[in-house]
C-alpha cells in the first residue's frame, strides 16, 4: 500500500491510533497535515515524519474549512482524510451534564461531518478521494458507563453510510474503523486512577478473546488498507478490528 504523492489530512494526529496513523502514512511516503488542539504534542510527531501541523479545534466548522483550505493551497489537493480525533466520557446518563454531553458530540460527531464536508469538494473535483472515519465498536453495540462516547459513535457510523451513499458515484469512497479496545491515552483516561499494566492485562484477559489489548499501529494498518485502492470496491462499510469481542 503505497502512497507516495498522496496528501493526507489526519486529525487526533497529536497521540494515540491518530498518531500512528500517520507515521503509517508518512512510512509508505505520504505528505501528512496533522491537525490536532494539543500543538506540540502535534508538533512532535510531525517533525518525527516530516509533517505539517494544523493546530486547532475540529468542532469549529471554520476551522475546519480553514484546515482544508490550508492543505488544498499548500500541497495542491488532498487525497485522504482521516478523522481520529475523539474524545470519552465516562458516565451515564445522570451523571452526565449539558456541557459534557455537547462537549463529546462537538468532537466525536460534529468534528467529522465539519471535515468531511469541507475536504468532499476537492475530492469531488479531483474526481477521487478517501475518507476513513474512526467508529468504535461502541457504536454498533452497548456498553455501561459510557452513554455519550456510545451514542456519539453511533453517530459517527450513520454519518459514514449516508455520506458514503451520497458520494458514490463522485469518486469519493467513505468508510469507518472501528477499533475495539486498544493501548491508547484515551483508554487510560477519565478513570478514578489510571489503570497500571497489570490493571489492563486484566482487562484483556477478562473480556477478550485474544486476550491482548490492540496496539494502535495495528489499527492504523486497516485505516491505511480502506484508504488504499486495496479497498477500491469498499464504500459505506464499518470495519471491525477487536479480536473477536462482538463476535460473541
Known amino acids: 500500500m503505497t502512497f507516495a504523492g498522496h496528501v493526507v489530512l489526519i486529525t487526533g494526529g497529536a497521540s494515540g491510533m491518530g498518531a500512528a496513523t500517520a507515521r503509517a502514512f508518512a512510512a509508505e511516503g505520504a505528505k501528512v497535515a496533522i491537525v490536532d488542539r494539543n500543538e506540540q504534542g502535534a508538533q512532535q510527531i510531525a517533525s518525527e515524519i516530516g509533517g505539517v501541523v494544523l493546530a486547532g479545534d475540529v468542532s469549529s466548522s ?76 461502541w457504536g454498533e453495540v452497548g456498553a455501561a458507563g459510557v452513554l455519550a462516547y456510545c451514542a456519539s459513535k453511533g453517530a459517527v457510523h450513520q454519518i459514514t453510510r449516508a455520506m458514503a451513499l451520497d458520494q458514490a458515484l463522485d469518486g469519493i469512497r467513505i468508510n469507518a474503523v472501528c477499533p475495539g479496545e486498544v493501548n491508547t491515552p484515551m483508554l487510560a483516561s477519565g478513570r478514578d486512577k489510571p489503570p497500571s499494566p497489570e490493571d489492563l492485562q486484566h482487562m484483556a484477559d477478562a473480556t477478550i478473546p485474544m486476550k491482548r489489548l490492540a496496539e494502535p499501529e495495528e489499527i492504523a494498518q486497516v485505516v491505511l488498507f480502506l484508504a488504499s485502492d486495496a479497498a477500491s470496491y469498499m464504500t459505506g462499510s464499518m470495519v471491525t478490528v477487536d479480536a473477536g469481542y462482538t463476535a460473541r
Not at 99 to 119: D, H, I, K, P, T
Not at 127 to 132: D, E, L, Q
Open 62 to 137: 471554520a476551522f475546519c474549512n480553514q484546515a482544508v483550505e490550508s492543505v488544498v493551497e499548500r500541497f495542491g489537493r488532498l487525497d485522504i482524510l482521516v478523522n481520529a480525533a475523539g474524545v470519552i466520557l465516562r458516565d451515564d446518563a445522570l451523571g452526565t451534564s449539558d456541557e459534557q454531553w455537547q462537549y463529546v458530540m462537538n468532537v466525536n460527531v460534529n468534528g467529522v461531518f465539519y471535515l468531511s464536508r469541507a475536504a468532499i469538494p476537492a475530492m469531488k473535483a479531483q474526481g477521487k478521494g478517501a475518507i476513513v472515519n474512526f467508529g468504535s465498536i
